[in-house]
């Protein structure tokens, strides 16, 4: 991890303005500080985790650990207002990570996982564990909110666009 960062900069998405300063795009950006927070997280462990040494399990409690800072209510399943999508007042529920913003972390994380050395077969990143746990915070955040959970359904056929009221009422997550 002693090169963390460096690759980012050396990569695409990167320009250099007239004065030979390079400039990242937002995307790389966000990936290189996800990148040395985590890398920060395994250092602040005791004792401390070489990247080299990481697995899914320390992902996982980096996602835990990350829950703390999270802005989106989810009820709790005693809580008057679980299962509403826009419940009428304030409760003590928790806040968590919203599961798009977990989604987006871990691939940027998976990425540069493999652009810092990585190799595809060990990227704790891409697991099992982390896709069953990315799609049972986004199951329990959905039904907490009121909002079903449906796989999109691939048609071969061309659908109409007409008036579908289903698109209205039913939020879907890729």
């Not at 977990?102 to 810092?116: K, S, T, V, W």
Request: aromatic share 10%; hydrophobic share 25%; glycine share 10%.
């Amino acid at each position: 991890m002693s090169s963390s960062g460096k690759d980012f900069a050396e990569g695409g998405g990167s320009s250099t303005s007239p004065q030979g300063i390079i400039t990242l795009s937002r995307y790389e950006s966000q990936k290189r500080r996800d990148w040395n927070t985590f890398g920060q997280y395994l250092n602040n462990l005791r004792p401390p985790v070489p990247i080299s040494q990481c697995n899914s399990n320390h992902v996982l409690e980096f996602l835990r650990y990350l829950d703390q800072f999270g802005k989106t209510k989810v009820h709790l399943q005693g809580c008057m207002f679980y299962g509403q999508p826009e419940p009428p007042a304030p409760c003590t529920c928790p806040l968590r990570q919203a599961w798009g913003s977990l989604d987006a972390l871990i691939g940027r994380l998976r990425a540069a996982y493999e652009e810092n050395g990585g190799t595809p077969e060990t990227n704790p990143f891409a697991s099992g564990a982390i896709r069953v746990f990315l799609r049972e915070v986004r199951e329990c955040q959905a039904k907490a909110r009121g909002i079903p959970y449906k796989k999109k359904k691939k048609s071969t056929s061309n659908p109409s666009k007409g008036n579908d009221d289903s698109s209205s009422s039913t939020m879907h997550f890729s």
